[in-house]
């Protein structure tokens, strides 16, 4: 890239945040697949119609570069359907993160957004399954199973499904729709 060409980045990238208005005229959104695809080819390698984006490598996440400057797509997705940024997070219901249907997308505070996330798995050969369940722990002195929403230690019981009944209760009750049931 020559100097005036850098210049001319350099000016893209310090100007004003992007808009909903600037968004559709470089690319075209389809809240039915998640799609972006290219209206202009800003810079000899995106075809006019072809999709855009990129993994953001490693996090799951797409990226789209626009004048300069790379979002994640579903914040861009966002923009171009409510001609706003989102006042806080996103969240994908499906919790693939690459998958930025519009159908797929709500706001969320940071909370909210921790609750929709995968849940860990510790498996022990010949022992019992220490967390078979979200939410459920497997107490080993105690031979029992103790349900837990966030710091809040609901109770142990017998049983793993007795345990995770206990925990879905409490979990619907405090999270609402952002509660996961695996």
């Known amino acids: 890239c020559t100097t005036p060409c850098k210049m001319a980045a350099t000016a893209e990238r310090n100007a004003a945040p992007l808009t909903a208005v600037t968004l559709r005229e470089w690319l075209d959104y389809s809240p039915e697949t998640g799609e972006f ?49 989102p006042s806080d997070q996103l969240d994908h219901w499906n919790r693939r993160k690459d998958d930025n249907r519009w159908c797929n997308l ?14 860990e798995s510790f498996r022990t050969p010949g022992k019992p399954v220490k967390r078979p369940y979200r939410g459920v722990q497997y107490i080993e002195r105690l031979d029992k199973y103790a349900a837990v929403v966030g710091p809040k230690h609901i109770g142990v019981y017998e049983t793993a499904e007795e345990a995770r009944e206990a925990y879905l209760r409490e979990a619907k009750a405090r999270y609402g729709e952002f509660a996961v049931h695996d």
Do not use: C, F, Q
Request: proline share 6%; no cysteine; hydrophobic share 30%.
């Open 37 to 85: 695809r290219w209206r202009v080819d800003p810079t000899g390698r995106h075809p006019v119609g072809s999709i855009a984006g990129y993994p953001d490598g490693g996090k799951g996440y797409l990226l789209i570069t626009v004048r300069g400057k790379e979002y994640r797509a579903h914040r861009l997705a966002w923009l171009y359907m409510t001609d706003e940024w």
């Open 106 to 119: 709500r706001e969320a505070n940071n909370g909210s957004n921790m609750v929709n996330r995968p849940r």
